[in-house]
């Protein structure tokens, strides 16, 4: 082998071994950066599946929750607007504050000073049946029993309307069938029977 042949293949072979290096080299660096990947995925902590169901669950309730119902109250349904007895509020402010209470939606007070009236009218017709003696005459004794029975109804009526919407049904029920005792002064007479029907349901 010539000087010259033999260099060729001194340096070929270190070609050759010069790639082998740089492979062997290669991998090292992929099996490190892989090593590096498994242990920085250890350190981070671990979700397990019941932390992405628990997660879901809470998700659902709070959307359950949360979420706006349109149900409508029986009221609504029936088209029943709220009551008003305009020809009694100038002569009476707790009507007009009644009136004020359930335009606010403020259904508690409003239902309270709506009984407190209901029971002095329940008191004033008791009056009028049994001691006529305190009238002057029989057209005033009459015209004041017609004036009060017709705000009773009107009182009653709106002490349903609050019963319904505060959800106390039962109870509106019970006064929707007093109420009826007396068509010749129910204004509200058919939504009544209606709205009997619909609470028995």
């Keep these: 082998m010539t000087a010259m042949e033999e260099e060729r293949f001194a340096r070929e072979t270190a070609d050759e071994l010069t790639g082998r290096i740089a492979d062997r080299l290669g991998e090292r660096q992929k099996k490190l950066e892989q090593m590096a990947a498994w242990e920085q995925a250890a350190r981070k902590p671990k979700v397990r599946p019941l ?17 706006p119902t349109n149900e409508l109250s029986p009221m609504e349904e029936l088209g029943i607007e709220a009551p008003t007895m305009t020809e009694y509020r100038a002569a009476s402010p707790e009507i007009a504050r009644i009136e004020e209470l359930i ?99």
């Design 51 to 67: 932390y992405y169901l628990t997660a879901i669950a809470a998700c659902v309730v709070a959307a359950v929750l949360l979420w």
């Design 103 to 201: 335009s606010d939606k403020n259904y508690e007070e409003a239902i309270r000073r709506t009984e407190k009236a209901l029971k002095n009218s329940d008191l004033a017709i008791y009056e009028l049946e049994n001691v006529p003696e305190i009238w002057e005459s029989d057209e005033e004794m009459a015209y004041e029993d017609e004036r009060e029975r017709v705000k009773n109804c009107e009182l009653r009526w709106t002490y349903i309307y609050l019963l319904v919407q505060l959800e106390r049904n039962k109870e509106a029920r019970k006064e929707l069938k007093v109420y009826l005792k007396s068509p010749q002064y129910c204004e509200h007479e058919e939504e009544a029977r209606q709205l009997l029907i619909k609470l028995k349901k």
